[in-house]
């Protein structure tokens, strides 16, 4: 409990996944609100900007966050839970 | 003992199906009351107490001293339940009932004064990446039991008092604005005084955490969090079908955006609303001209309204005239100081409401200005597009170290499951996040469709009982004096708009007192868990560590509950001052948590040569510049100082100070762990 979790071992591949995450949620949230102005045009009855702030990047990161817990979770099975 | 956990998870879901049935039949016997004829003074009150009696109820069964239960609710949360009570913990009266009426007023990006709109909504979810991929199964795995936990097992006894203060800090002035928002509920609800309004949630706050902490609230906050979803989405669906024929708002109120663009050219063009601009202009550069030399200005109208008062009993007019001037004449400012300050802030409304729409940006544009216009409106969309995205990172950075937030993914049962409740919880709080902007884009149609061109003799009669609760929430006034209600002439509190929906939308009564009940179960479950935050802070994270661990005893438990009740007491005090718009206050608190925390939490857990001076050094200079960016440039301080308004660096608004103090504090952790690592390196060669 005490050691700081920097010194435990990770599943190989998780630092690179997580940037992968990280780099998709980066690109989703201030990516696409740096350009808003510029995706005004108007998909499907919405305009893109307005539908992608309010939507599809919630979406986006449930995907991230769920993406992360199921590869995670079917990487490691119970390796980093040293609970009871 | 999977066999076991899943027959507990199987008697949970049994009783979480129960209570949502049940709740749905209350809400149609309700609605059958009230057809029937059942007062509508009955209907607040009932909903208020029978919300309060029932969290209460549950907060009483999950009493407890035992401490791992107290702190942790016996780590064995599911993830799932874990996660309606964490959406229900971080869904607070700001996202209720302000963001709607936020992203109502603000549109996409919100105005330079303010800037907001989406990045709320992507800001307040966006952060939970961040937890969930970084923060939340780290801690989980260390085992341990508040945040400042881990700045003691990290980097030691400094680390972890500084810690603490920053934990009181920020949640203190989140909690206020929750018992704001009570109060404003309670008070409406009930009709009784804001005060007694406050007093009447606070009791419902204090049942639940009061007796058995992490483990009461945890199973209240996951009862709060269907009444708050239920009350959401029913006036959503419900204005949706009205406008559109179909419940399912979230995909179709698209539809509207180009409808309230051209409603939103129609307004500009018309010659009634450029009436009521040009007053507003007029008052506008009245107040300029008073300003120029405010002691002669006070003084001539005081002496008019003297006069006034003179000629009127001189021709022996009606009382109730005299007593009229009179009040006026007393509510003028005292001094030149004060005259200043409160004709400033009225020369400076007057301004905002001669613009177009009253000051609102239009609903679907993206930023201020504009990128290809003059170097004016090019810098003002630099610098409108620049706060939007200040704002955005310091939402998402702070929900990503928000002590009561992070707390939460302690009580999972293992590390997975900590991974897999935060899934869960940004599932749970997306479905109310995705219909805000549907419900202020409903609303906003409702408004400028229907409301708009309504005679001042048929008013409905909620805006006079909103302007009675505060009369900063709503003011309808006939400026050009038509007898017809224009959209400049409307000017909505953020903090009312959500509550008032269901009036506003002509839905049944009931569905006004279950928003209220709904607005009441998400600042109450928030108000919870910050108050157990700060009572931890003040007693466990204040006592040292025992053998280079952290420990919990139950005389601790016991000093925890007293520390809970005299902060609700001084939170209460507080918030009865009525200090400012929840959602300012719930986003500073935001910047302020983001830049103690975030730097030396995720170098701690990420990077192992981050020292313990580092850490200190790193929080002391991200809490300076984030509280000094917001002191020197908030109007008040600068007024009293005598200088000009203004101090902002790139133009970037106060609430979103974090945007400055997180990357000062990972410079100087950096900067400090490499310097004594390079000390040392020196000192052993």
């Known amino acids: ?40 045009q108007v998909v499907a009855g919405w305009p893109l900007n307005y539908w992608w702030l309010a939507q599809g990047g919630v979406l986006l990161f449930i995907g991230v966050v769920m993406v992360y817990a199921w590869w995670m979770g079917r990487a490691a099975p119970a390796a980093d839970d040293e609970d009871r | 003992m999977p066999g076991a956990s899943r027959a507990y998870a199987r008697r949970l879901h049994r009783k979480l199906l129960l209570f949502t049935l049940g709740l749905l039949a209350f809400l149609l016997l309700m609605h059958w009351a009230e057809r029937a004829g059942l007062s509508r003074g009955w209907i607040g009150p009932i909903f208020l107490f029978l919300s309060v009696m029932m969290y209460a109820a549950v907060g009483i069964s999950g009493r407890t001293t035992d401490p791992e239960e107290f702190y942790v609710a016996g780590r064995r949360v599911p993830a799932m339940y874990n996660g309606m009570a964490t959406a229900a913990d971080w869904m607070s009266a700001a996202s209720f009932i302000s963001l709607a009426g936020a992203l109502y007023l603000q549109g996409f990006s919100g105005t330079p004064a303010q800037p907001g709109g989406l990045a709320y909504v992507l800001g307040w979810t966006g952060g939970f990446c961040l937890v969930g991929l970084l923060m939340a199964p780290r801690l989980r795995a260390m085992r341990l039991y508040t945040v400042p936990d881990f700045f003691a097992v990290r980097f030691g006894r400094g680390a972890q008092l500084l810690a603490a203060l920053g934990a009181v800090a920020c949640s203190f002035m989140y909690v206020v604005a929750q018992i704001y928002g009570i109060g404003l509920i309670a008070s409406r609800l009930t009709g009784v005084q804001f005060e007694i309004g406050i007093l009447l949630g606070l009791g419902g706050v204090l049942l639940c955490s009061f007796l058995g902490g992490m483990r009461a609230i945890t199973w209240t906050q996951v009862v709060q969090y269907v009444v708050l979803l239920v009350a959401f989405l029913i006036p ?68 008019a309204l003297e006069d006034r008062i003179r000629a009127l009993r001189a021709e022996g007019a009606d009382f109730a005239f005299v007593m009229m001037a009179r009040r006026e004449l007393s509510a003028l400012p005292k001094d030149e100081t004060s005259a200043r300050e409160l004709w400033t802030r009225a020369m400076n409304e007057a301004q905002e409401r001669a613009k177009p729409l009253g000051g609102l940006p239009r ?36 929900t990503a170290s928000l002590p009561h937030l992070l707390t939460r993914f302690y009580t999972t049962p293992s590390v997975a499951d900590t991974r897999r409740s935060v899934a869960w919880s940004l599932l ?42 505060d009369p900063g929430l709503i003011s309808v006034q006939d400026v050009n004096g038509d007898r017809i209600l224009q959209f400049g002439e409307i000017r909505l509190g953020a903090d009312m708009i959500m509550l008032a929906t269901p ?43 025992r053998g280079g661990r952290v420990w919990v005893s139950d005389n601790r438990v016991i000093l925890s509950k007293f520390a809970l009740l005299a902060v609700a007491m001084v939170a209460a005090a507080t918030a009865a001052l009525k200090t400012g718009e929840i959602i ?5 608190s935001f910047s302020l948590a983001a830049a103690t925390f975030f730097p030396a939490l995720t170098l701690g857990l990420f990077w192992r040569g981050a020292t313990r001076r580092g850490a200190v050094a790193g929080m002391l200079v991200g809490i300076a510049v984030t509280v000094g960016y917001m002191l020197q440039a908030s109007a008040g301080l600068r007024a009293w100082w005598g200088l000009a308004p203004g101090g902002l660096w790139w133009g970037i608004h106060p609430v979103s100070a974090g945007f400055f103090g997180v990357p000062a504090g990972f410079a100087v952790i950096a900067a400090v762990s490499a310097w004594e690592h390079w000390r040392r390196r020196r000192t052993v060669a």
């Open chain 2, 236 to 303: 959503v669906s419900w204005l949706a079908y009205k406008q559109l024929g179909t419940p399912l708002a979230l995909l179709a109120y698209g539809q509207q955006l180009p409808k309230i663009e051209q409603l939103e050219r129609k307004l500009i063009d018309s010659p009634a609303e450029q009436e009521v601009r040009a007053h507003f202009g007029e008052r506008a550069r009245d107040y300029a001209e008073r300003l120029r030399d405010p002691a002669a200005a006070l003084a001539r109208e005081r002496s």
């Open chain 2, 428 to 469: 749970f709080i997306a479905m109310l996040y995705l219909a805000t902007p549907a419900l202020a884009a409903l609303v906003k149609y409702e408004v400028m469709q229907h409301l708009v061109g309504s005679s001042f003799d048929a008013l409905p009669n909620w805006i006079a009982q909103w302007a009675r609760v």
């Open chain 2, 584 to 588: 300012s206050l719930v986003t500073a």
């Open chain 1, 1 to 40: 409990m005490t050691a700081p979790a920097a010194t435990k071992k990770e599943v190989p591949g998780a630092a690179w996944l997580r940037a992968a995450l990280l780099l998709l949620w980066a690109a989703a949230s201030f990516g696409a609100a740096f350009f808003a102005r510029d995706l005004s």
């Open chain 2, 363 to 398: 609903h679907g544009q993206a930023f201020a200005g504009d990128p290809d216009g003059t170097p004016a409106e090019r810098a003002e969309f630099n610098t409108s597009r620049l706060n939007f995205l200040a704002l955005m990172f310091c939402l998402m950075i702070g």
């Open chain 2, 503 to 545: 009036e506003l939308g002509g839905l049944p009564y009931v569905v006004s007192g279950l928003v209220a009940a709904g607005g009441l179960a998400a600042a109450l479950s928030t108000a919870d868990g910050l108050l157990l935050t700060i009572s931890n802070a003040l007693v466990h994270d204040t006592a040292p560590m």
